[in-house]
């Protein structure tokens, strides 16, 4: 007499697979990790299927094939905890993971491949880091096209179309939109198009935003929001956000209702909890536009109040062009309109080191990712355009720093010794001033001052040159 073994959870969800994927996911949910893993290819469906419905239910099995998982199954579950670290607010890990998943599909260059650098290139862009997002989106988005990856073409055509938006080509960032556009009635799974979408129309409304058609960027924001229903718990935070970038378009488009929006902005975090990360993203909405109803209610002490929280928090939070946008911004109400000139000279001063970061790091050569040896003449091109705009910005706020320091200071004070020696750093040609500020105007000086000249480096630069040098090593 032959016994026949009873069914297990395991065997029956592998037999359900193809027929009831809800089913078998339910099944396996309740099996241990280990037993999971030890069949590759179940491992690469249960990724498959929970790759944009991550609930943290398979978190254990994600985190145990990434450190001990081989080929396609570890690649796909560095994916996966990349996506949660993201979407967790822990960029830095983030970044890492996906760097390990595009190291392993180097040989293959699959979708997931392309997918993965692709998030690489948003890392970046999020950093400040313009030629490593440049490039990278732009080797995503070809493979993607090369392989006819449709989601991917949408998605990675999304996110390149941001990067051209924040470098200022704002024709190419449409083209690309476009590109991303025509493929997504090829998109026959409802929730991969529904991704797609949320990435475009969010792509597209800032777009319009930074344009200044705050209709037309509220119209395709609305369209963004309407894509949250449908993906899950993991966006609850970037819902957070997206409901502050409404209200702040509104706030645009309707005057009348300014109060009532300021109110709404402030009450976003009882409404939609969230995390330190995106409480942050919160606070970058909330803070300016505190500062501008405080200005438009002629109530100077609270602007005062609301512009030095901001600059604070830009200082704390800001990176690249995002900070020294934020920090001129900051540098002029001071001036122009609370009558600050001490708080003034820190903005500007705080915009000029954010610029030269930004010059420093499009300056070097990036030695990240073999993917950037990819790159071409044409994102030479534009980037020699981003840097001569920001070239044009900085010599802009090196006369409005002069001026300001000119009016209330004497030059030689501000920088000279009790000797009568200038610092200069040897790289940037900064002046080190009295109060241990590098100045990023080498004109402060009138002519007829007679000084010394000693050189040395200022930390901008000493963190550049030891950053090459770890470089060649």
Known sequence: MSLVEPPTPLSEADALRAEDAAAALRLYAGCP???????????????????????????????????????????????????SAWYGGHIRDAKQLWRRAVDAGR????????????????????????????????????????????????????RLGRVFTGIGEYE???????????????????RS?????????????????????????????EAFMSTFAELGPNFAPVEAGAVCTRIRLEYEIYPERRAELMAQLEAVPESHPVGEHWTDAWLNELLPMRLRHAIELGDRGAALAAAR????????????ANLVQFAVELGAIFADEL????????????????????????NRSA?????????????????????????????ELGARIVALWRAGHPARELVLDADGTLKACSWCSRVLSSEGRW???????????????????????????????????
């Not at 604070?312 to 690249?320: A, E, L, N, P, Y």
């Open 439 to 473: 100045l990023p105007a080498a004109e402060l000086l009138p002519p007829e001052d007679e000084f010394q000249v000693t050189h040395g480096i200022c930390p901008h630069c000493s963190d550049a040159f030891r950053a090459e040098l770890a470089g060649d090593f």
């Open 172 to 190: 190419r960032a449409a083209a690309v939109f476009d590109v991303a556009a025509s493929v997504l009635e090829r998109l026959d799974d409802s």
């Open 193 to 221: 198009r529904t991704s797609a979408l949320h990435a475009l129309t969010g792509g597209r409304a800032w777009l319009h935003f930074v344009s200044g058609d705050f209709r037309r960027a509220l119209e395709q924001h």
């Open 107 to 158: 040989d293959v260059r699959d979708e997931l491949w392309g997918g993965c650098v692709e998030n690489l290139a948003m890392v970046h862009s999020y950093q400040g880091n313009v030629f490593e997002s440049l490039v990278l989106g732009r080797v995503a988005l070809e493979r993607a096209i090369e392989g006819d990856f449709p989601y991917s073409i949408a998605h990675g055509g999304a």
């Open 33 to 83: 990790a280990a037993e999971l893993a030890a069949d590759p290819e179940r491992s690469v469906w249960i990724f498959q299927q929970i790759r944009r419905t991550l609930d943290g239910t398979f978190d254990e099995l994600i985190e145990l094939v990434s450190e001990t998982g081989r080929g396609l199954e570890q690649r796909w579950a560095l994916h996966l905890r990349a996506t």
């Open 367 to 395: 030695q990240e990712l073999p993917e950037l040896d990819e790159v071409r003449k044409d994102d030479l091109e534009l980037l020699e355009k981003h840097r001569a705009r920001l070239a044009t910005r900085r010599d």
């Open 309 to 320: 929280a901001w600059l604070d928090f830009v200082d704390r939070f800001h990176t690249g």
């Open 339 to 362: 009558d600050s000139p001490q708080d003034s000279h820190r903005a500007y001063e705080l915009a000029a080191d954010g610029m030269l970061r930004l010059l420093l790091t499009l």
